[in-house]
Each structure stands twice: as C-alpha cells, then as structure tokens.
T-cell receptor, first 112, second 116 residues
C-alpha cells in the first residue's frame, strides 16, 4: 500500500510558481514529511523537510495543514533547470513496513 | 553528492557474471543504503545497513548481496547477473537525528548497469 499519493506529472512555464501536492492520509503522529528532487541520471537531492505549518528555505517552501493529511511543495518562479522529478516521503516506512520507499514522484516539466 | 562516491559509473556485463558495485562515503554517517531505479520509475530499496554489524533486506533483495566493510564502505554484489537487473543503482547515506522519520538521504551519482 502506498503511503503517499502525488500527481504523476505537471507542466509549468518559466517564472511561474509551482505547487505540488502530496496526499498522506495515514500519516503517523511522529512522521515528518520530506521532499527530494531528482534530475535525470542523478541521485535524488534533499530539498526540504517539515512537520507542520510552513517551512521555507532558499529552494522551496513546504506547507502543511493542521490535519497533516497532505503537504504542498511550492517552488517560486521556476526556471528550466527546475525540470526534474519530485518525491514526497512521509516517515521512514510505508504501510507495508518497507524502509524509505520512493514512489513514482511527480515529473515537473518547465517550459520556456 | 560528492561525499558519496560510487564506482564504477557505468558497467556492461554478461548474463551469469558476478559483479560488484562499490560505494564509499566521507560524511561520517552510520547508515547506508542501496537502491535500484528502472527507467521512468521510482527508487526501490535493495539493502540497508545501520552500522557495520547490521545488514537488512529491503523491498527487492533477491539476487543481490551486500557487504559493509567499514563505516565508510558498502558494496553491492550481483552473484549471477541477469538481464532484468539492468538498471541505475544508487548508494545513499543518512544522518541519524534520533527521530527515525527525520532522516535525510544523501545519494551518490549512480552506477548504470547493463546486463546483456
């Protein structure tokens, strides 16, 4: 059973704000939410992590509502170089007990 | 991440051959992982190790074995390679912040393995 659900793909244009939402209805009380970015033929790279409300760093913002059943990764003013796959991970195990599972992620395509 | 080094970057081998992929890290992390990624898909965990004396199977361990030679080294072996093991393999390390779900993974650049 997947622990998270994300859109398979999204398109955007340069300069726009992109919001990618991840659903995690079964999030546990002590689970943190972590997002990674992966460029083609490279390993995923940590972007941001949060537990509740809002977290912001130099790359992105992460919005988490009070019920924590979803989270939204926000990329401000995207550029072509933001074209990548974005993965949402919740906690350290999925519903089957598998460790640190990466689902299919969201494939973001930024167009000029 | 340059602190996690995988060798080789590319490897072509034949069915039935034994092959080893190596991973070394300078991050000082205790935890190390091997993942496999097939085209267009997410990453699947093969094996992981929380310290030198600890080895655990991941989601897809069949056909693979690992060795944790030191804190900094974690190697993955395919005892008898088969074509459906053709994939991109990633090694990763993680910090251990005390709260399991707060781990952050740091990945190597990957090894593209082709089994003919």
């Amino acid at each position: 059973l997947a622990k998270t659900t994300q859109p398979i793909s999204m398109d955007s244009y340069e300069g726009q704000e992109v919001n990618i939402t991840c659903s995690h209805n079964n999030i546990a009380t002590n689970d943190y939410i972590t997002w990674y970015q992966q460029f083609p033929s490279q390993g995923p790279r940590f972007i941001i992590q949060g537990y509740k409300t809002k977290v912001t760093n130099e790359v992105a913002s992460l919005f988490i509502p009070a019920d924590r059943k979803s989270s939204t990764l926000s990329l401000p003013r995207v550029s072509l170089s933001d074209t990548a796959v974005y993965y949402c991970l919740v906690g350290d195990r999925d519903n089957a007990g598998n460790m640190l599972t990466f689902g299919g992620g969201t494939r973001l395509m930024v167009k000029p | 991440d340059a602190d996690v080094t995988q060798t080789p970057r590319n490897r072509i081998t034949k069915t039935g051959k034994r092959i080893m992929l190596e991973c070394s890290q300078t991050k000082g992390h205790d935890r190390m992982y091997w993942y496999r990624q097939d085209p267009g898909l997410g990453l699947r965990l093969i094996y992981y190790s929380f310290d030198v004396k600890d080895i655990n199977k991941g989601e897809i361990s069949d056909g693979y074995s690992v060795s944790r030679q030191a804190q900094a080294k974690f190697s993955l072996s395919l005892e008898s390679a088969i074509p459906n093991q053709t994939a991109l393999y990633f090694c990763a390390t993680s910090d251990h912040p005390g709260t399991p779900s707060r781990e952050k993974l740091f990945f190597g650049s990957g090894t593209q393995l082709s089994v003919l």
